[in-house]
């Protein structure tokens, strides 16, 4: 399996390519051999470019072997989440209400990686409009973990995190609104990084919230993905959320090891807010040993609890994707699928009151969390709570009730990168994020790079292991109450029992995050400048 072209690494790929030693058009037909050999069973791709890969390759060849290589992703294979627009292929979100949509241009992110010269092979699942998952009510069947094809493959990037574990691309494009990068990164056991809010431009990609949403890259190995994020970053005058900071090499450092480092552990999210399984916590143990016996000097720091994080984020993200859908979800429920309406459709219930009070939350969580910079140079925490879950065992309701580790650098909008640290005793990938301060993803790429280095977690790759696959876990028998349905009709919602039912077991929890909402405020408290407030701390990079 090792010596399998699909699976080297972008860095060993590229090389390679650049010395003649490989061509782009054997290293795409290895990737479109493993995708007729596994796409069956993992689900992917929900669109496959097999013969435009094949045309393109052959012109990267020509054109490298005229000229050399453009770029370190010069004929190389990856793949795009199914949000990122493709001028002339079609762009669905994974629903059924875009079915059919052929967008006009690239986004910006699509175009700056085809002038870099890599090969595109499909378009790849994710969940419904970004916004977490699985469904299996869509047009797509869901994408698989492929250490076992029954668990859960994260999301919701879901496809880019299979794909790029089970080696049908060498490296894909996520987004990142509340850990949808770096979620399936840990559960498929790659690398995936969220970088700085503003760092990459969203233009021309499907939005999900305009105040977290970001677009990174998922690879093998953290090196790969500042190969991938390099290809990407860049300021866009047309992004109103595109920050105008210089892009340094994110590989100038990646060797300097973490010597002399301050690291701080931010222990309390994984141990006492919501506490990890023992296994977590003992793959944490271990990764911080691996750094300190670097030479790292390790400090314990505090932040706010993960449950200010969640209700600070998760109002906000569900008032903005509630006002981005609303048209839909007014006119064509049907046309959604059923997560996607559990998880959005609260969002009309959320007021003007406690969207504002999330904003100035906001504003205090980034100034709290971007504090403890000031002693360390990067922070390190768990990225999930345990193994991926069997898929069918996923329910709706836990994405308001149990808040997860991801989202506090959302908030924050410092960058954040997921690499794999150890497996369950079953085999299953555990993960750690390793956090920066805005516009410092060099930093985390250097901390990652040699702990990567120093540990063995990148030499295994899954099998693919079948498993039964289960029975749909039912959802606990709910009655909409009177109340939710007067206020679901004073939003214009007009809903079926079974819609009612769905938003009655949702607003007791996102009723609850917005009593941890601050209300106590001076009149002249200002609302979050995302981009100028992160722009303004960059003297300290």
């Known amino acids: 399996m090792a010596n399998e072209l699909n699976y080297l690494t972008i860095a060993e790929a590229s090389k390679r390519i650049a010395a003649g030693k490989l061509s782009s058009v054997d290293l795409t037909e290895a990737c479109l051999a493993r995708i007729a050999a596994v796409e069956d069973r993992v ?31 010069h004929g190389i294979p990856i793949g795009l989440k199914d949000i990122y627009d493709t001028a002339g292929i079609a762009t669905t979100g994974h629903s059924r209400r875009m079915q059919g949509r052929i967008p006009p241009a690239d986004s910006v992110c699509t175009q700056k990686l085809g002038e870099a010269g890599s090969i595109l092979l499909g378009k790849l699942a994710t969940h419904e409009f970004a916004t977490g998952g699985p469904s299996f009510d869509l047009p797509w069947p869901a994408a698989r973990n492929p250490w076992r094809l029954d668990r859960f493959p994260g ?10 574990a089970c080696g049908e691309v060498l490296g894909a494009m996520g987004s990142d609104t509340g850990g949808s990068i770096r979620l399936p990164a840990a559960f498929c056991g790659t690398a995936g990084i969220k970088p700085t809010y503003g760092r990459v431009s969203k233009r021309g990609v499907l939005p999900l919230s305009w105040t977290f949403d970001n677009c990174g890259p998922l690879a093998w190995t953290a090196e790969d993905c500042a190969i991938m994020l390099q290809a990407v970053a860049g300021y866009d005058p047309q992004d109103p959320c595109s920050a105008d900071v210089p892009v340094p090499d994110f590989r100038a450092g990646i060797n300097d090891g973490v010597k002399g480092l301050r690291i701080g552990i931010v222990r309390h999210f994984y141990e006492s807010d919501r ?3 023992k296994e977590a916590v003992a793959a944490m143990d271990a990764a911080i040993s691996v750094l300190r016996g670097l030479g790292a000097e390790i400090r314990e720091v505090t932040l706010p609890p993960l449950a200010d994080y969640q209700a600070c984020f998760r109002i906000i993200a569900l008032a903005e994707a509630f006002s981005i859908h609303e048209e839909d979800l007014k006119s064509r429920p049907q046309d959604c699928g059923e997560v996607f ?3 959005v459709m609260p969002g009309a219930l959320v007021t003007s009151a406690d969207y504002v009070a999330a904003q100035r939350q906001l504003r205090k969580l980034v100034a709290r969390t971007l504090a403890a910079f000031d002693g360390v140079d990067a922070l390190v925490t768990a990225t999930t709570f345990a193994g991926a879950p069997v898929i069918r065992s996923m329910r709706s309701e836990a994405n308001f009730a149990d808040p997860p580790l991801t989202p506090p650098f ?6 954040a990168i997921a690499i794999c640290n150890g497996y369950t005793s079953d085999g299953m990938p555990l993960s750690m994020q390793i956090a920066g301060r805005p516009f410092d993803e060099a930093m985390v790429f250097r901390v990652a790079h040699a702990y990567e280095r ?17 029975a749909p876990t039912a959802a606990p028998a709910g009655r909409a109450t009177e109340d939710y349905a007067t206020l679901a009709r004073r939003a214009d919602l007009s809903l079926p029992e079974a819609q009612l039912q769905a938003l009655a077991e949702a607003m007791p929890h996102v009723e609850a995050m ?10 002249g408290d200002e609302l979050m400048n995302i981009t100028m407030l992160l722009v303004e701390g960059t003297d300290n990079v």
Do not use: H
């Open 275 to 277: 506490p990890a399984s």
């Open 341 to 343: 309406r559990y998880r």
């Open 43 to 73: 689900s992917s791709f929900i669109l496959l470019l097999a013969d435009q890969a094949r045309a393109a390759a052959r012109a990267a060849d020509e054109e490298i072997r005229k000229s050399g290589p453009r770029s370190p992703m």
């Open 514 to 523: 917005t009593r941890r909402l601050p209300r106590e405020c001076d009149y």
């Open 454 to 470: 120093e540990t063995t977690w990148r030499q295994t790759r899954p099998s693919l292991i079948a498993s039964p696959d289960g």
């Open 155 to 164: 999301g919701s990037s879901s496809g880019s995190g299979s794909a790029v």
């Open 410 to 415: 959302n908030v924050a909008q410092c960058p």
